[in-house]
Nanobody, 121 residues
Framework: QVQLVESGGGLVQPGGSLRLSCAAS????????MGWYRQAPGKQRELVAG???????IYADSVKGRFTISRDNAKNAVYLQMNSLKPEDTAVYYC???????????????WGQGTQVTVSS
């Protein structure tokens, strides 16, 4: 069973920075895409940033130039460096892996439990 655990969330003032981490436990054959999503109260979950197995990245327009996604394939880990944080970045952040647990399995979606990020003075 694959489990994803996020860390690094917290309370930060506007203009501050946080670095989120996501690590996987359990047996994984291969991780394809990795991503970070967020969900603010009363809103739908949205993609913040994604990174392919080749290192290609995609960002939501609202975070371009402020957030950077990266991955460590050896550790099956993904990170999100968040700079110049704004109050509207406040949300629960979730990591997502599209992964195969065995060579025969299909690609599945795996989610972490989420970490709260609050940007407030």
């Amino acid at each position: 069973q694959v489990q994803l655990v996020e860390s690094g969330g917290g309370l930060v003032q506007p203009g501050g920075s946080l670095r989120l981490s996501c690590a996987a436990s359990g047996s994984i054959f291969r991780v394809n895409g990795m991503g970070w999503y967020r969900q603010a109260p009363g809103k739908q979950r949205e993609l913040v940033a994604g990174i392919s197995s080749y290192g290609d990245t995609i960002y939501a327009d609202s975070v371009k130039g402020r957030f950077t996604i990266s991955r460590d394939n050896a550790k099956n880990a993904v990170y999100l460096q968040m700079n110049s944080l704004k109050p509207e970045d406040t949300a629960v952040y979730y990591c997502n892996y599209k992964a195969r647990v065995t060579v025969e399995s299909i690609v599945g979606d795996y989610w972490g439990q989420g970490t709260q990020v609050t940007v407030s003075s």
